[in-house]
């Protein structure tokens, strides 16, 4: 089975631009999560979908960041406009959901804004 | 307090050797999970835990939900564990499935 497949893996961007990264779960799983990874703030919650319905929109980061999930098998991250201070890895995960919180994450896709 | 504690931040270990890793929660967690970030970047999930102990090979981790607390014992340390081993935990009350991370453990394995 295909784990979590994120795209693209590094992306570089200048100040201002619109960056879309794009995350496919585990086929079958319900719930999905965007997080940020940095050293200094550790990982932090984005986003969090349960069967396409958005749950969580990770409060500080709403002005500028979008999640969508257009379909239980595709979801994208939307940063407008971009900001040196985004960046980071931003890691998508997956779980079955229900009573089971098990997460498989991909690889992340590395974000640099200049 | 921060809602999950990790402890050590940083651990040099030489081949062969035995250590643990330790996660302290503020409150009452529903279950965490144990994850290894590889040179690639991706978080391997190595435990998943509701209560109890689970082994798997040169690795244990046990999680008391009660006291708060969840730990990470390492046996035989290997070259190839070295990276940084996070601990997640879902918390409970209509949290849904949403962890919170710890800030991990930068594990080093010399010869």
């Known amino acids: 089975d295909a784990g979590v497949t994120q795209t693209p893996r590094h992306e570089v961007a200048e100040k201002g631009q619109t960056i879309i990264l794009k995350c496919e779960p585990v086929s079958g799983h319900n719930d999905l999560f965007w997080y940020r990874q940095t050293k200094i703030q550790g990982l932090e919650l984005l986003s969090y979908?349960?069967?396409?319905?958005?749950?969580?929109d990770g409060g500080a980061f709403k002005d500028r960041f979008k999640a969508e999930m257009l379909n239980s098998s595709f979801s994208t991250l939307k940063i407008q406009p971009t900001e040196p201070k985004d960046s980071a890895v931003y890691l998508c995960?997956?779980?079955?959901?229900?009573?089971?919180?098990?997460?498989?994450f991909g690889e992340g896709s590395k974000l640099t804004v200049l | 307090g921060m809602p999950v504690e990790q402890n050590p931040p940083a651990l040099s270990l030489y081949e062969g050797a035995d250590s643990g890793l330790r996660c302290n929660f503020s409150t009452t967690m529903k279950s965490v999970q144990w994850f290894q970030q590889n040179h690639r970047g991706r978080l391997i999930t190595l435990f998943y835990?509701?209560?109890g102990t689970k082994e798997n090979g040169r690795l244990k981790s046990t999680f008391n939900s009660k006291e708060r607390y969840s730990t990470l014992h390492i046996k035989d340390a290997q070259l190839e564990d070295s990276g940084t081993y996070f601990c997640a935990a879902e918390g409970g009350g209509g949290s849904g499935n949403k962890l919170i991370f710890g800030t991990g453990t930068l594990l080093s394995v010399k010869p």
């Open positions: 979908f349960r069967s396409k319905s958005l749950m969580e």
């Open positions: 995960a997956s779980s079955l959901g229900g009573n089971t919180g098990q997460l498989y």
């Open positions: 835990l509701a209560q």
